[in-house]
């Protein structure tokens, strides 16, 4: 059964950090770009970054650039986002959510993406 976990949300004060987990299973990443989006409330949802599966590239939205950064441990069936320098607008659920393609990865579409997880919240307050 395909599964995808998220876990390392929390509460954390302006310029914390925090490292949310995507753990998954009943896929394998050689096969999976993985991709995280968020959903504050009254907003949309949006592509925060996401990992090809072919060759680990990454990409970032401009509003996180430089302050998140996407790994994976394909041993683990693990993808992780480590987030520095947090901010108040970065506070909304995360979402990590699984696409089977051929390569690359796409933040800027969601529907690409076939499977998600439940999400974790983050919050950014002082």
């Known amino acids: 059964q395909l599964r995808l976990v998220e876990s390392g949300g929390g509460l954390v004060q302006p310029g914390s950090s925090l490292r949310l987990s995507c753990a998954v299973s009943?896929?394998?990443?050689?096969?999976?770009?993985i991709g995280w989006f968020r959903q504050a409330p009254g907003k949309e949802r949006e592509g925060v970054s996401c990992?090809?599966?072919?060759?680990?590239?990454?990409y970032y939205a401009d509003s996180v650039k430089g302050r998140f950064t996407l790994s994976r441990d394909n041993a683990k069936n693990t993808v992780y986002l480590q987030m520095n320098s947090l901010k108040p607008e970065d506070t909304a659920v995360y979402y990590c959510?699984?696409?089977?393609?051929?390569?690359?990865?796409?933040?800027?579409?969601?529907?690409?993406?076939?499977?998600w997880g439940q999400g974790t919240q983050v919050t950014v307050s002082s």
């Open positions: 959510a699984a696409d089977r393609r051929h390569s690359g990865c796409s933040i800027s579409v969601s529907w690409t993406y076939n499977y």
């Open positions: 009943g896929l394998t990443l050689d096969d999976y770009a």
């Open positions: 990992i090809s599966n072919n060759d680990g590239r990454t």
